[in-house]
């Protein structure tokens, strides 16, 4: 069964640096999103991405983060200088279209840890 | 707005018994779709069900059916002849394109314990 893929499944880094996730949609999907899970709270939505350009974005998604899909495969979310506070899980998810019940599938997620 | 809401932030239920999980949500619009997604200790999110708010009939997979009230905005997730696999976070969430967005909304999450 197609799934989404994300890479790396954990990392740790410095506070102040960049860091990059990366995530392989499902194929054939359109819609892409990252989410994030602050450890023991509930999942937030970050961004939305179709056609080429971000359709929505939370306040969360301020300007040190960005979303690229460079080439049509992968999905990647930056964050240009990580604050502790970016220590969560961030989960990439994809969409068909409503023609699937609007369903979004998410992969297992990336541990991201800023000391 | 929408909101979703779980007034249950622990379950539990016997191996074999029957466990329901309550899910309330919160939107003017018509077009709107459900989900539940179930969260193991590897905390993949895993989709378990979900249901398209047009179709009056209860969405059923397998030991997990729903019950969907729309006059009361209720969604709530039962979970049959429970294994000790269930184990895990359950997380109701909606999504609403009638309001032009179509990000998941999340609730707090119910913990279930399944005991042998």
């Known amino acids: 069964e197609p799934e989404v893929t994300q890479t790396p499944s954990h990392q740790v880094t410095q506070m102040g640096q960049e860091v990059i996730l990366r995530c392989v949609p499902i194929?054939?999907?359109?819609?892409f999103y990252w989410y994030r899970q602050i450890l023991g709270q509930k999942v937030e939505f970050l961004v939305s991405?179709?056609?080429?350009?971000?359709?929505?974005k939370s306040e969360i998604f301020d300007d040190q983060f960005s979303v690229e899909r460079p080439d049509g495969s992968n999905f990647t979310l930056k964050i240009r200088s990580t604050k502790l506070e970016d220590s969560a899980m961030y989960f990439c998810?994809?969409?068909?279209?409503?023609?699937?019940?609007?369903?979004?599938?998410f992969g297992e997620g990336s541990w991201l840890t800023v000391v | 707005a929408q909101t979703v809401t779980q007034s249950q932030p622990e379950m539990s239920v016997q191996e074999a018994e029957t466990v329901t999980l309550s899910c309330t949500y919160d939107?003017?619009?018509?077009?709107?779709?459900l989900f539940w997604y179930k969260q193991p200790p590897s905390r993949q999110m895993i989709l378990v069900i979900r249901?398209?708010?047009?179709?009056?009939q209860n969405a059923t997979e397998n030991r997990f059916s729903v019950n969907f009230q729309k006059a009361a905005k209720s969604f709530s997730l039962k979970i049959s002849d429970s294994q000790l696999g269930d184990a895990a976070m359950y997380f109701c969430?909606?999504?609403?394109?009638?309001?032009?967005?179509?990000?998941?909304?999340f609730g707090t999450g119910t913990r279930l314990q399944v005991f042998p």
């Open positions: 969430a909606a999504i609403n394109p009638g309001l032009g967005t179509d990000k998941l909304i």
């Open positions: 194929s054939n999907h359109l819609y």
């Open positions: 249901q398209e708010a047009y179709k009056q």
């Open positions: 998810a994809s969409r068909l279209d409503s023609s699937s019940g609007n369903t979004i599938y």
């Open positions: 939107t003017s619009e018509s077009d709107y779709y």
């Open positions: 991405f179709y056609n080429n350009e971000i359709s929505e």
